[in-house]
Nanobody, 128 residues
Framework: QVQLVESGGGLVQAGGSQRLSCAAS????????MGWFRQAPGKEREWVAS????????NYADSVKGRFTISRDNAKNTVYLQMNTLKPEDTAVYYC?????????????????????WGKGTLVTVSS
């Protein structure tokens, strides 16, 4: 049974930092592109960042570029999202995802419904 379990969410003040982790079981993440998505209240789920199997290709949404860093440790079967300079508009449930497709494709809105595996999410709340 495949599981992606996110952790590290919580309440943080604007301008602060938070580090999310995604521990995978039932699959080997080095066979997958990995990504983070988020869904704010009343909004659709959106792509945040994705990373290739060997970390050679990394892409970010414009809204988080320069503030967020995605990384992966294949030996630990874990993916991370370091979030700095957080803003109230970053408040959302953050989801980890694994997909057999490309890193680039993971960021396409059309790919959202076809992502192979999702975690259950972790809530990040940024207070102003």
């Amino acid at each position: 049974q495949v599981q992606l379990v996110e952790s590290g969410g919580g309440l943080v003040q604007a301008g602060g930092s938070q580090r999310l982790s995604c521990a995978a079981s039932g699959l080997t993440i080095n066979n997958y592109a990995m990504g983070w998505f988020r869904q704010a209240p009343g909004k659709e789920r959106e792509w945040v960042a994705s990373i290739g199997r060997r970390s050679a290709v990394i892409n970010y949404a414009d809204s988080v570029k320069g503030r967020f860093t995605i990384s992966r440790d294949n030996a630990k079967n874990t993916v991370y999202l370091q979030m700095n300079t957080l803003k109230p508009e970053d408040t959302a449930v953050y989801y980890c995802a694994a997909d057999h497709g490309t890193v680039q494709a993971m960021g396409a809105p059309s790919r959202l419904s076809g992502i192979d595996y999702w975690g259950k999410g972790t809530l990040v709340t940024v207070s102003s």
